[in-house]
């Protein structure tokens, strides 16, 4: 029966494949969302464990769990070739195990459970992206995909608020429970995923085949652009801890700034989303892949920008607190979700390399991971008076600096490196 469907969805007209393809992918990993930030609308108040809260216990240990995911998603995520649809649905399944064990066990013990819960959930996104990537609409697919990184948090959020104030749910089941809504839309929308045609020989010709990358394979790639390969490292390391500041400590930081609003959440990040879309989805309009790489560049750049001019307003109090809250985080998804969706697809296009999109960004997600874990360890156990909204403010002045700087000279390495294998072509010939 799969088979059949999928041969007749190979027949319908490119972009209504497309345009199912990537409300596929956006309702799969919003679903994801659902299994995995839910628990940070919950503040858990009252319970320290080592002079440390209890939340920031719970969050460290998924972060953990889902940093050793992406070190372990290099070699998964590039090499597999088939399954992905089940695989999805597998280790959902086992996340959301986990989130009933948490509920059930006391604490301090269930901590264990968040860091089981994330480490099968870190393996997620290079599984869908693997429907999407290789094809001449990936921009448009990708940013769809993207915009769960924002939407699908904020409304996961207010969907535990919701659960939580208006139906009594405790703050230890609210995780298990909303886990639970997403559970038939995600079955429903890998499936789709699953009806997926293979690429078209346009596609290959255009953005170069994708294929399976083995260690050796692996090692030759992070060889030729190591260069690069650091720069865009630094960026996303400092955009992913910034990130994962603003999206697992929003209730505290919203709270410090003044703002109780439960609905602030979506209302903040549903723009955010669009415009991140829009920016994004233009570039499948750039046939040109060096064109559009350098684009991307310059829209991180961009991102990094925002980011600091706004904090820099904030603090001399010329825009208010969700005015500041809504540019910062539109900087900072500006910056990082290209890195997650297209960097590294028009990145292979451009060079013609015969690898994987999610190879590579799960060699800087688990850097980026890392770095994350780093910074919430020593927020807690070096500083633990300095505030969530404080850390924010400061680490998005480091944004527009480090990340900044890091990616003008990433454009420039890049453009070099092209030029140069262009000058060799052309000796050959």
Request: glycine fraction near 8%; proline fraction near 3%.
């Amino acid at each position: 029966m799969l088979l059949k469907l999928k041969q007749r969805v190979a027949k319908w007209p490119y972009s209504a494949v497309t345009i199912m393809a990537a409300l596929s992918a956006f309702g799969a990993y919003t679903s994801m969302y659902a299994f995995r930030k839910a628990f940070t609308a919950a503040t858990f108040a009252g319970d320290q464990y080592l002079h440390i809260d209890f939340k920031v216990w719970l969050v460290i240990a998924q972060i953990f769990g889902y940093m050793f995911s992406k070190f372990y998603g290099i070699r998964f995520i590039a090499e597999i070739k088939a399954k992905r649809g089940q695989t999805i649905i597998l280790l959902v399944g086992i996340s959301w195990l986990a989130l009933l064990l948490f509920a059930v066990t006391p604490r301090p013990y269930n901590i264990i459970f968040l860091f089981i819960n994330g480490f099968p959930l870190g393996l997620i996104w290079g599984l869908v992206f693997g429907y999407i990537e290789g094809r001449r609409s990936t921009e448009f697919m990708a940013a769809v995909l993207s915009i769960s990184f924002i939407f699908g948090s904020g409304f996961v959020k207010t969907v535990g608020q919701t659960l939580m104030l208006n139906y009594g749910v405790s703050e230890n089941y609210m995780p298990f429970v909303t886990g639970a809504m997403f559970i038939i839309p995600l079955i429903l929308f890998v499936f789709l995923l699953e009806l997926m045609p293979s690429p078209t020989v346009e596609d290959k010709q255009l953005r170069t085949e994708r294929l399976p990358m083995n260690s050796e394979e692996r090692k030759v790639f992070l060889a030729r652009f190591w260069p690069g390969m650091v720069l865009t490292i630094i960026i996303y390391v400092i955009l992913t801890v910034m990130r994962d500041v603003r999206d697992n400590f929003n209730v505290e930081i919203w709270h410090s700034l003044g703002v109780t609003d439960k609905n602030i959440f979506a209302r903040i990040d549903t723009p955010i989303s669009i415009m991140v879309l829009a920016a994004m989805g233009l570039l499948v309009l750039v046939k040109k892949n060096l064109q559009a790489f350098t684009l991307i560049h310059l829209m991180i750049i961009l991102g990094c920008a925002i980011a600091g001019i706004s904090t820099v307003m904030f603090s001399m109090s010329i825009i208010g607190p969700v005015s500041w809250m809504t540019l910062a985080g539109l900087g900072l998804y500006l910056g990082y979700v290209p890195y997650n969706a297209i960097f590294f697809e028009r990145m292979i296009a451009t060079f013609h390399y015969k690898g994987n999109v999610g190879f590579l960004i799960y060699v800087a997600d688990s850097v980026g991971y890392l770095g994350s874990v780093t910074v919430l360890l020593i927020k807690e156990l070096g500083n633990p008076t300095v505030s969530w909204s404080d850390l924010f403010k400061d680490g998005l002045i480091a944004v527009a600096l480090i990340g900044g700087l890091s990616c003008v000279f990433s454009l420039i390495y890049f453009l070099r490196s092209y030029r140069k294998d262009a000058q060799i072509i052309a000796k050959s010939l």
